[in-house]
């Protein structure tokens, strides 16, 4: 059997007995300075290891998220209606999609951005509408021109008054005149204004008549407008709420809407009945002349332009009175990025994300109010980035998002002005990748720093190795003499 004394003589690594070994001020102060900068080489790997770094490349799109691309958006316009707002796009391939509305909500707002209501729900003016075959010339005035005085006048005497808001100027407010005076000659006959007085057709010359056409929010001509009388005056500025009319404009047609508008008062009190939902010939009108419009349109991923303006098929307007000033709230391309998500990202990319939406809380104004067809244009110049992450030795794709810039300006046109959005998206994208760290290289690290360490303690021992020898040799030699 084997002893234990005979295992132990193999041992290559012998130990000084403690009793042999003397502490010192020295070798307490290298002790001390060994560990501190053990940990100290230690911290520094354990920061470096948890500390992510990135390789960002350049490489052609392969967008995963298809051929289409999504734009969110929230504008402000002071000065255009929601009435005839419409949110337009096209391309370079030849789309051309007019007055979306399915994606869009629209909300009135003052002046100062306020909303002023509840959403305005409006149906597209329709872009065919029949008008009459009377002759201009033969035309016998029925209706009653106002003014200012006389309008609020007749608002408060009449229960029901349509107004016709035309300009001289207008070709479709030329095209409405004929059947428009025939019409309220014939309801004038039908209910006289003395006896019946239920109802009153008149018009306004809005190039005569700025300010009362102002303050009704007129900018396409011919609006007719339906002013009821009654529990329908608005308290805060003292106006009617009133409706407008998309109806048709011949003399039958107008004859038999007014008479509608007659048959829900009762003659013999002339109190106002409710509404007639149903009629989608009219829709209430913009309490404001202002308009807050949000939502989101999907376009190819080629060239093109996200186009606002006030459009019809079936109205006028006067370019010297559109303003297309606004205020963009926010407008970003692709998937809307969760803050939790976003926060992810500026862990790895600190700056990424800062021209997502770069036109955020941006205003453009027009204060050249006497300069005619002044177009706000927006050049923007998108990069898709994508962030790719690894998890559980995997490539994982933290977040895709689209970055612009953008370059604006005020440009006079020869048509109605708008305000254009001109996107191009380019070609190449920006991948960044998260590096990779293996934790059996911060072992390995860590194991080095820790024997670098062992190792001075290691010639310390050799050190005293050798002083123990020399005290021996001098002790024997001591006791032979």
């Known amino acids: ?98 007055n979306i509305t399915k994606t869009i909500r629209k909300f009135s707002i003052d002046p100062h951005l306020r909303p002023t209501g509840a959403e305005f729900h409006s149906e597209p003016v329709p872009h065919f509408i029949k008008h009459g075959d009377e002759v201009d010339e033969e035309t016998v005035e029925g209706s009653i021109p106002l003014n200012g005085v006389s309008f609020d006048k007749l608002s408060h005497q009449y229960p029901i008054l349509v107004v016709n808001f035309y300009a001289p100027w207008c070709y479709w407010s030329i095209r409405l005149k004929p059947s428009w005076e025939k019409t309220a000659k014939i309801i004038k006959e039908r209910y006289d204004p003395e006896t019946d007085g239920r109802i009153l057709l008149a018009k306004v010359d809005c190039t005569e008549e700025v300010d009362l056409c102002r303050r009704h929010h007129i900018q396409g001509y011919p609006s007719i407008r339906i002013f009821r009388k009654g529990n329908d005056v608005r308290e805060d500025h003292g106006h009617h709420e009133h409706e407008s009319y998309y109806g048709d404009r011949d003399t039958e047609t107008l004859v038999k809407t007014m008479e509608d508008l007659v048959a829900s008062i009762p003659q013999e009190n002339q109190r106002l009945a409710l509404e007639d939902k149903s009629d989608a010939t009219k829709r209430p009108a913009p309490l404001t002349g202002g308009c807050r419009i949000e939502g989101y349109v999907r376009v190819k991923k080629v060239p093109g332009n996200l186009i606002i303006s006030a459009r019809s098929g079936a109205h006028s307007f006067d370019a010297s009175k559109m303003n297309m000033s606004h205020v963009i709230s926010h407008l970003l391309f692709g998937k809307t990025i969760s803050p939790r998500v976003l926060s992810d990202v500026k862990r790895l990319i600190p700056y990424l994300g800062r021209s997502h939406d770069r036109l955020n809380g941006r205003s453009f104004i027009n204060h050249r109010d006497l300069d005619a067809n002044v177009t706000i244009e927006h050049y923007l110049q998108i990069v898709k980035t994508e962030v790719v992450t690894r998890k559980s030795s995997r490539d994982h794709t933290l977040v895709e998002e689209y970055e612009y810039t953008a370059h604006s300006s005020l440009a006079q046109s020869i048509y109605i002005p708008v305000a254009k959005f001109h996107f191009e998206l380019s070609p190449m994208q920006v991948l960044v990748t998260e590096n990779s760290k293996s934790f059996s290289h911060f072992i390995t690290n860590v194991c080095a720093i820790i024997g670098g360490v062992f190792t001075v303690d290691e010639k310390s021992r050799i050190r005293q190795k050798f002083l123990i020898a020399r005290q021996k040799n001098c002790y024997s030699v001591k006791n032979s003499n």
Do not use: H, Q, W
């Open 1 to 98: 059997m084997i002893s234990s004394s005979k295992i132990k003589s193999v041992d290559f690594y012998r130990k000084i007995p403690r009793d042999l070994t003397e502490a010192t001020l020295s070798g307490a102060g290298l002790s001390i300075v060994a560990a501190l900068a053990m940990m100290f080489l230690f911290g520094m790997e354990l920061s470096n290891y948890l500390t992510v770094s990135t390789s960002t490349t350049i490489i052609v799109d392969n967008s995963s998220d298809g051929d289409f691309l999504r734009i969110d958006f929230n504008i402000s316009f002071p000065a255009l209606s929601c009435e005839f707002a419409s949110v337009d796009v096209s391309d370079v391939l030849g789309t051309n999609r007019l």
